[in-house]
């Protein structure tokens, strides 16, 4: 029997790409001999080249002509199936070229639009990575159980030994970034989440957020219970995602390294101001979703917003942060 060669897309975001892992995985071990390739933005690249369970990836360039010099060089493999995990205008144009077998996920379009804007829930109870995996059931894929998959290429490993000695004990990671405003803490919730955790932290987040880092930085320096490093910007998506896979627990705004964590198996407190955790929660891991429940205009968006629309951002201006963690005591 012809081995199959299979071709998955995602071209975006960072948490949606690592959704993709059990997909990735269940092909390569539960498919006789499949050769899979992968293709998302070039962007993207630090989450995918160090997967073994991807046989070559190829990438989507931001320059002119490169959807279309992509399409012509994935047509070369004459793949067996194509299977979609986007579904959007571009992801069904490479299909269509291709003229190959496919499969698209089930994206839920008319229930999130339902549930976001008229506020009638009929969101089924499954993560997107299940539905994700849903799609190659007909090729005999079934879920393992063994959650998500991030690989960290050796020169992208961060040693405790290189952290200040305050962290080298142990810390916990608190992504403090996100995509969106509507998705992140105000400041002063960001000190108050920084005192009840209380304990040393690491900030990870990408340069935008190394402003906000410096803030808390500044305003906890004379708290030594709460000693904060400011990683934001210092490392590249891959170093970051060591920092938290060495943490001993991990909170994040709804964003996707904090969705990263749950590929190592960390305890995760995950921050929904707009959006909602229905179909979106921290997958095969222990968490805890924090958000506030008290309001009926959320969620307000399927992915953030700029601003929130009613002015009062009450989802996360007046959240309460109800939980209890244990403490340490460093090494």
């Given at each position: 029997?012809?081995?199959?060669?299979?071709?998955?897309?995602?071209?975006?975001?960072?948490?949606?790409?690592?959704?993709?892992?059990?997909?990735?995985?269940?092909?390569?071990?539960?498919?006789?001999?499949a050769?899979?390739?992968?293709?998302?933005?070039?962007?993207?690249?630090?989450?995918?080249?160090?997967?073994?369970?991807?046989?070559?990836?190829?990438?989507?360039?931001?320059?002119?002509?490169?959807?279309?010099?992509?399409?012509?060089?994935?047509?070369?493999?004459?793949?067996?199936?194509?299977?979609?995990?986007?579904?959007?205008?571009?992801?069904?144009?490479?299909?269509?070229?291709?003229?190959?077998?496919s499969?698209?996920?089930?994206k839920?379009?008319?229930?999130?639009?339902?549930?976001?804007?008229?506020?009638?829930?009929?969101?089924?109870?499954?993560?997107?990575?299940?539905?994700?995996?849903?799609?190659?059931?007909?090729?005999?894929?079934?879920?393992?159980?063994?959650?998500?998959d991030?690989?960290?290429?050796?020169?992208?490993?961060?040693?405790?030994?290189?952290?200040?000695?305050?962290?080298?004990?142990?810390?916990?990671?608190?992504?403090?970034?996100?995509?969106?405003?509507?998705?992140?803490?105000?400041?002063?919730?960001?000190?108050?989440?920084?005192?009840?955790?209380?304990?040393?932290?690491?900030?990870?987040?990408?340069?935008?957020?190394?402003?906000?880092?410096?803030?808390?930085?500044?305003?906890?320096?004379?708290?030594?219970?709460?000693?904060?490093?400011?990683?934001?910007?210092?490392?590249?998506?891959?170093?970051?995602?060591?920092?938290?896979?060495?943490?001993?627990?991990?909170?994040?705004?709804?964003?996707?390294?904090?969705?990263?964590?749950?590929?190592?198996?960390?305890?995760?407190?995950?921050?929904?101001?707009?959006?909602?955790?229905l179909?979106?929660?921290?997958?095969?891991?222990?968490?805890k979703?924090?958000?506030?429940?008290?309001?009926?205009c959320?969620?307000?968006?399927?992915?953030?917003?700029?601003?929130?629309?009613r002015?009062?951002?009450?989802?996360?201006?007046?959240?309460?942060?109800?939980?209890?963690?244990?403490?340490?005591?460093?090494?």
């Amino acid at each position: 029997m012809k081995a199959l060669k299979i071709l998955i897309i995602r071209l975006s975001a960072i948490g949606d790409i690592v959704w993709t892992t059990p997909v990735i995985r269940g092909l390569k071990e539960q498919v006789s001999g499949a050769e899979v390739h992968f293709c998302t933005k070039a962007q993207y690249h630090k989450i995918v080249e160090a997967n073994p369970y991807i046989d070559k990836i190829y990438y989507l360039k931001d320059e002119q002509n490169s959807l279309r010099e992509l399409i012509h060089t994935l047509d070369q493999e004459k793949y067996d199936y194509v299977i979609d995990l986007h579904k959007n205008l571009r992801t069904t144009w490479i299909k269509f070229k291709l003229n190959r077998k496919s499969r698209s996920y089930h994206k839920l379009s008319l229930h999130r639009w339902l549930f976001i804007n008229l506020k009638i829930n009929w969101m089924p109870p499954i993560h997107v990575a299940d539905r994700y995996l849903n799609t190659v059931k007909f090729l005999g894929v079934k879920p393992d159980g063994k959650g998500l998959d991030y690989f960290i290429a050796k020169d992208d490993r961060v040693s405790v030994m290189e952290l200040p000695q305050s962290h080298q004990g142990g810390y916990v990671a608190f992504v403090i970034g996100a995509s969106e405003y509507t998705k992140k803490l105000p400041h002063n919730k960001l000190v108050e989440l920084c005192h009840k955790i209380n304990q040393p932290l690491i900030l990870v987040g990408g340069p935008e957020d190394q402003e906000e880092g410096n803030r808390l930085v500044k305003y906890f320096e004379n708290h030594p219970q709460i000693c904060i490093f400011n990683a934001c910007g210092k490392y590249n998506i891959s170093q970051s995602a060591s920092l938290v896979a060495q943490a001993r627990m991990v909170f994040g705004h709804d964003t996707g390294l904090t969705h990263i964590a749950a590929a190592f198996k960390k305890k995760v407190y995950i921050i929904f101001g707009s959006t909602s955790p229905l179909g979106f929660w921290p997958y095969e891991t222990p968490y805890k979703v924090l958000e506030n429940n008290r309001i009926k205009c959320r969620p307000c968006s399927k992915s953030g917003r700029a601003n929130c629309p009613r002015k009062h951002f009450k989802c996360l201006k007046e959240i309460h942060f109800d939980f209890e963690i244990p403490q340490f005591m460093p090494k």
